[in-house]
């Protein structure tokens, strides 16, 4: 019998434990930590503003390991349009697929309340704009409005529907 030296097995690596979870009042001061970090390029909301998206359960809180990484806040128009204001997430995690788990989330959620489109607007300087194309977004327009600085914002819209399918959908119901 041959005796050969006991090495340790390769184990498959591990994936950091990540949930989305609706936000809660104890979640106020993350997210105002998190907008006060990223203040450049979320802009400011006040306090009272963001009690106001917890209360009415249009705040998404993703957690790492335990841990709050990121919020999505949002509102809903009459007309099925998911807009979301802000989205943060600390910077250790960026590239981290963390925006990706947020966007699935709520683009999930909106497709059971049978929203048509999920709508945000960037500034044009920020590096997060190479992101939106590759979570499905689609440039929609450019403003300039006042007070960003001088920088314009761009519009992302990611459809929920393909038109045509709406359409065939329409006319076979008909």
């Known amino acids: ?67 709050p990484a990121g919020f999505l806040n949002f509102t809903v128009t009459p007309k099925g349009l998911v807009r979301i204001p802000q989205v943060a997430i600390h910077a250790d995690l960026l590239r981290s697929s963390i925006g990706t788990l947020l966007l699935r989330h709520i683009t999930t959620a909106a497709r059971r309340g049978h929203c048509e489109a999920v709508r945000l607007t960037s500034r044009s300087d920020l590096a997060c704009n190479l992101f939106w194309p590759t979570a499905g977004f689609h440039f929609t327009c450019l403003t300039r409005p006042a007070s960003t600085r001088g920088f314009p914002l761009l519009e992302w819209t990611l459809p929920l529907y393909d038109p045509t399918e709406v359409a065939f959908a329409f006319v076979r119901n008909a």
């Open 1 to 67: 019998m041959i005796d050969l030296p006991l090495t340790k097995l390769p184990t498959p690596r591990t994936r950091p434990a990540r949930a989305v979870r609706t936000a809660t009042a104890a979640d106020v001061p993350f997210v105002l930590d998190l907008q006060r970090k990223w203040s450049n390029a979320l802009g400011f909301l006040p306090q009272c503003c963001h009690e106001r998206y917890i209360d009415a359960g249009h705040v998404l809180i993703v957690s790492d390991n335990g841990q």
